[in-house]
């Protein structure tokens, strides 16, 4: 049991069904979970699809404060894509809700079910731009880059912020 508060980053993107509604309210969902406490999200950014031929995506960020270890954090994030219609068959398909793990305080972890911090991370132009604009100053610990210097070496011409939050 956890119990002082630690600072987490997730990511969220989805490019299935209503998207933005569904990210809106998987951030409410999350703000109301108990041991979880939303201090921060991002605006949304639609953004170009990496990987397989697929719809744009909307993606954003936000800051956590939680009373949980992460397999747990993970367990409840995977628990919420599921409640928003997650399915999942192939890696890095469309889909209603994804919901990443990228930084859990400053820990460094490498089991087969979680990683972190989220090992695509600091190359995902979707990831760094939302996360830059609500904790530009947090140093990834692998490469010891705050978040404001990884997003300057991604392209992010294929994300763009999304008109009337
Ligand atoms: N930091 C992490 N955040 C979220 N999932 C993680 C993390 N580390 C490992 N995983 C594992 O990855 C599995 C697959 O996740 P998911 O289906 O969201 O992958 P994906 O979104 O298709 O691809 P990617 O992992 O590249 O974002 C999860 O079930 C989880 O066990
Ligand atoms: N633009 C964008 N592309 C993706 C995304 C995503 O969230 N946004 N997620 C993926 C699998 O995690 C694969 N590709």
Known sequence: MVNQNIACAIALGGNIGETWAILEAAIETLAQTPGIFLEKKSNWYKTKAVGPPQPD?????????????????????????????????????ARTLDLDLLLYNDVILDTPKLQLPHPRMRERAF???????????????????????????????????LEYQ
């Open 127 to 161: 990831v760094l731009v939302p996360l830059a604009e609500i904790a530009p100053d947090w140093i990834e610990p692998v490469s010891g880059y705050k978040i404001k210097e990884l997003v300057q070496e991604v392209d992010c011409s294929d994300v763009h912020l």
């Open 57 to 93: 995506y909307i993606n954003g960020a936000a800051l956590l404060q939680v009373e949980m270890i992460p397999q747990l954090l993970l367990e409840t994030l995977l628990q919420i894509e599921n409640k928003f219609g997650r399915q999942r068959r192939e890696r890095w398909e």
